[in-house]
């Protein structure tokens, strides 16, 4: 499609309300158009939110659980719709955009499957005087297919033909229920408490919570004091691989005599615009890191009998939860004794996966007057076989959610890294139709969240305080490309002085996201943590407990 119609559907989709008037069918011949409404049996109230419609070609599951993923997406269409009453259509029609199909009119005729949701929005009266509209994290992680509350359609085959035109009409009849809380269970233990800090922020009850391992012979050694490493993490509301059994393997080594003893703790940070925060204070996603290291921590380590000392506290994660622990270790560097860092987000923004931020003029395409393509890569596969670029990764987001809201990775980094705009969302670094960068908006990412470049400008200070605590592991044909800005930072560390690099960089060979250097199919967390309770020994000051947590 050309760009210019991108741009006059763009217009359509931002025009919240339009969508959900010009119910009736108008005279002449009737276009290709879904009607989509909520009976007031179900909900009596008018509903804010983003209604996606859903195409799916496969008949055994519904389209909600299968039709939204990278490898194999199906066609889906998103509407904003604001004040929408009981029985009152959204239109999705020609006009809307979506993916990876730009219009409905793009639908090859045949038989699908098809649904729609209803991601139902909150209005935040913010303490920075915005009033804005996000999703309402349930403590399911900003997943709009599984949250409470969300509105959903009951699937449907229908035959659909965009060239005969006519009217589609799709009733939300149904109610996604409350997750029922977690149980404790002898070794886990579940967290949440609500946040001061950030519920100040959002101007209504906001919570963190953690999940925490507790090591074996927790209750049978009621005078030993704990290290903790902090898992950083998406959310999740177990732990992975873990389970209480014998031929668990993880369990197995958690619990073996020769093991270290240590508290493993998740923390939990889902938030309006993502499953987590990353843990750092955020123009616009809130104080999330003081929230996390200053109100969750002591509760954690108060109640689970840690030894809550900077000496005896580690970071660890990857992907994501590698930028994360990462950027606790860099802003926090006072507070945790080192940090193993897997395949992080981006560290330097010269290399957003392959946009450089600061001397790329467009997102999308290479800098040039008349040569636009090749599109900018964003995932691929080990062979290098692109899977999806920068453009399609963003157009999809946008369908998804406008001003932000997808709850998908790239919104998260604008939310995260970005100055909030004069609507109260984030103002985007890129134009997403265009792909033209905003320079005052890459000059803010670098001040405050570009790694790389914070740890260069501040050496002389930051780097007596990290060093010996960052060991960073990164695969050399990661899937997001995420290398190139690690072996930027990389060829400074190796050249820093007073005072020198002390640390680790290590690369794996043909390796893809997320390598962690432990043998294949080994656990990180069994990897490492005797790694960690090693350093803890060594590093430990003179007359520190080394002793009560070692049995």
């Known amino acids: 499609m050309p760009r210019w119609n991108r741009t006059l559907i763009l217009l359509v989709l931002l025009s919240i309300g339009l969508a959900s008037s010009n119910a009736g069918p108008t005279s002449g011949a009737a276009r290709f158009r879904f009607e989509i409404s909520f009976p007031e049996g179900l909900q009596k109230e008018p509903l804010d939110g983003r209604i996606l419609l859903l195409i799916s070609s496969d008949f055994k599951n519904e389209p909600r659980y299968t039709a939204v993923n990278w490898r194999s997406p199906q066609p889906l269409f998103g509407v904003d719709v604001e004040g929408l009453q009981p029985g009152q259509p959204a239109v999705i029609d020609e006009q809307i955009l979506g993916f990876p199909l730009d219009s409905i009119k793009d639908i090859p005729a045949g038989e699908y499957n098809v649904q729609a949701v209803l991601n139902v929005y909150t209005t935040f009266h913010r303490s920075d005087g915005h009033v804005v509209k996000m999703h309402m994290d349930q403590w399911e992680g900003q997943q709009w297919n599984t949250s409470p509350g969300n509105l959903y359609s009951r699937p449907e085959k229908l035959q659909l ?236 987001e946008l369908v998804l959610g406008t001003r932000g809201r997808s709850g998908q990775q790239l919104d998260i980094f604008q939310a995260v890294f970005g100055p909030v705009g004069n609507d109260g969302y984030p103002r985007p670094l890129y134009d997403t139709l265009t792909g033209v960068i905003d320079k005052e908006v890459a000059a803010y990412w670098c001040e405050h969240y570009d790694l790389s470049y914070i740890i260069q400008r501040d050496w002389a200070t930051l780097g007596p305080k990290l060093n010996g605590k960052l060991h960073i592991y990164m695969g050399d044909t990661d899937t997001f490309y995420l290398e190139e800005a690690t072996m930027l930072l990389e060829k400074y560390l190796r050249n820093a002085q007073n005072p020198g690099f002390e640390g680790t960089i290590e690369y794996g060979k043909r390796a893809p996201h997320c390598w962690t250097g432990c043998a294949s199919g080994r656990n990180p967390t069994i990897c490492y943590l005797p790694a960690m309770a090693e350093h803890i020994r060594k590093t430990a000051p003179p007359g520190a407990d080394l002793k009560s947590w070692q049995y």
Not at 263 to 284: E, G, K, T
Not at 361 to 372: L, Q
Not at 377 to 384: A, F
Request: some cysteine.
């Open 161 to 396: 033909d965009p060239a005969a035109g006519g009217t589609i009409r799709i009733a939300l009849t149904e109610r996604i229920p409350p997750i029922p809380p977690p149980q404790d269970t002898r070794y886990i233990k579940y967290i949440k408490i609500r946040s001061e800090r950030i519920s100040r922020f959002w101007g209504t009850d906001m919570y963190v919570g953690a999940l925490a391992l507790l090591p074996e012979g927790f209750d049978t050694h009621p005078d030993a004091r704990y290290p903790v490493a902090y898992l950083q993490s998406h959310f999740t509301p177990a732990f992975r691989n873990f389970a209480e059994n014998p031929d668990n393997s993880f369990f197995k080594e958690w619990t073996s005599p020769n093991f270290p003893r240590f508290l493993l703790v998740v923390p939990q940070d889902p938030n309006p615009f993502y499953d987590d925060s990353y843990a750092v204070n955020s123009a616009n996603v809130g104080p999330y890191g003081d929230a996390l290291t200053q109100e969750l921590l002591p509760c954690v380590e108060q109640k689970f009998r840690a030894i809550a000392e900077p000496w005896a506290r580690t970071l660890f994660g990857g992907s994501t939860g590698g930028w994360r622990a990462f950027a606790v270790q860099v802003f926090y560097p006072d507070l945790f004794s080192g940090a193993w860092i897997f395949c992080p987000d981006p560290v330097d923004f010269r290399y957003l996966q392959l946009v450089d931020i600061y001397q790329d003029a467009n997102a999308y395409y290479p800098n040039g007057a008349w040569k636009k393509e090749p599109s900018r890569p964003w995932m691929r596969g080990i062979d290098d076989q692109v899977m999806a670029t920068q453009e399609q990764a963003s157009l999809f």
